[in-house]
């Protein structure tokens, strides 16, 4: 039988950090469905009180499993901010990523979070979150961690942190700001096992307020 070097090639790489090669491990590029850009090119120079600030994009695509898809709109979302409304939370996972006042979710000034809750624990592979990218803003703050209980107290593994002053106290981070674009911000959760995700910001260089448009989170159930 020709096996071709597609499949090939993510086989020996799962083989090779000793996972167990099946037919729905083949890796397969991340392409989320994008929406229209608000804005042309991305600044030079992050905005005033922003430094080290880089534009976001991968400089390739994400691999991941070709069996994973989108799971966050069968998640139960919660936020740290008690005055927003669960009818308003479920606009983070309608699938309507545009720039538009309509679009996104507003929640208080200061450190806030979204918790997403699966149920049961998944394979996760990939979160990309829109805030909001109608011009070429800079969130602050970003912390993106998964965790085995509610509370957050349990085997707590973060994927993401540009939180340097740790406003948000999950503890400082080293990754850079960057500029929201349509294409959002995806991370690699690295098939981390896990029930819920947490989302952390704080404000931006527009705005105190945290804007979420759309979020997207790439899994699978066990093997």
Same mark, same amino acid.
């Given at each position: 039988?020709?096996?071709?070097?597609?499949?090939?090639?993510?086989? =020996?790489? =799962?083989?090779?950090?000793?996972?167990?090669?099946?037919?729905?491990?083949?890796?397969?590029?991340?392409?989320?469905?994008?929406?229209?850009?608000?804005?042309?090119?991305?600044?030079?120079?992050?905005?005033?009180?922003?430094?080290?600030?880089?534009?976001?994009?991968?400089?390739?695509?994400?691999?991941?499993?070709?069996?994973?898809?989108?799971?966050?709109?069968?998640?139960?979302?919660?936020?740290?901010?008690?005055?927003?409304?669960?009818?308003?939370?479920?606009?983070?996972? /309608?699938?309507?990523?545009?720039?538009?006042?309509?679009?996104? +979710?507003?929640?208080?000034?200061?450190?806030?979070?979204?918790?997403?809750?699966?149920?049961?624990?998944?394979?996760?592979?990939?979160?990309?979150?829109?805030?909001?990218?109608?011009?070429?803003?800079?969130?602050?703050?970003?912390?993106?961690? +998964?965790?085995?209980?509610?509370?957050?107290?349990?085997? +707590?593994?973060?994927?993401?942190?540009?939180?340097?002053?740790?406003?948000?106290?999950?503890?400082?981070?080293? /990754?850079?700001?960057?500029?929201?674009?349509?294409?959002?911000?995806?991370?690699?959760?690295?098939?981390?096992?896990?029930?819920?995700?947490?989302?952390?910001?704080?404000?931006?260089?527009?705005?105190? =307020?945290?804007?979420?448009?759309? +979020?997207?989170?790439?899994?699978?159930?066990?093997?």
């Amino acid at each position: 039988m020709k096996i071709t070097s597609r499949i090939l090639l993510p086989a =020996l790489c =799962l083989a090779l950090s000793g996972l167990t090669v099946t037919a729905a491990d083949e890796l397969v590029p991340l392409k989320p469905a994008l929406p229209e850009p608000a804005f042309v090119g991305t600044p030079k120079e992050g905005p005033p009180g922003t430094k080290d600030v880089e534009s976001g994009k991968l400089a390739k695509p994400l691999m991941i499993p070709k069996d994973a898809v989108n799971i966050a709109p069968k998640a139960t979302l919660s936020t740290s901010d008690a005055k927003a409304s669960p009818r308003s939370l479920t606009k983070i996972t /309608d699938g309507d990523k545009e720039a538009r006042e309509s679009s996104v +979710v507003l929640l208080r000034k200061g450190p806030q979070y979204l918790q997403f809750d699966f149920g049961k624990p998944f394979e996760l592979y990939a979160i990309v979150i829109w805030h909001a990218h109608d011009s070429a803003k800079v969130y602050h703050s970003v912390v993106a961690q +998964v965790a085995d209980d509610a509370e957050f107290t349990k085997n +707590v593994r973060t994927l993401f942190n540009n939180d340097k002053a740790n406003a948000d106290g999950v503890g400082a981070g080293t /990754d850079r700001e960057y500029f929201e674009t349509n294409e959002g911000k995806t991370i690699d959760a690295k098939g981390e096992k896990a029930q819920f995700v947490r989302l952390y910001s704080k404000g931006s260089t527009e705005s105190a =307020l945290n804007e979420y448009t759309e +979020v997207e989170i790439y899994g699978r159930p066990p093997k």
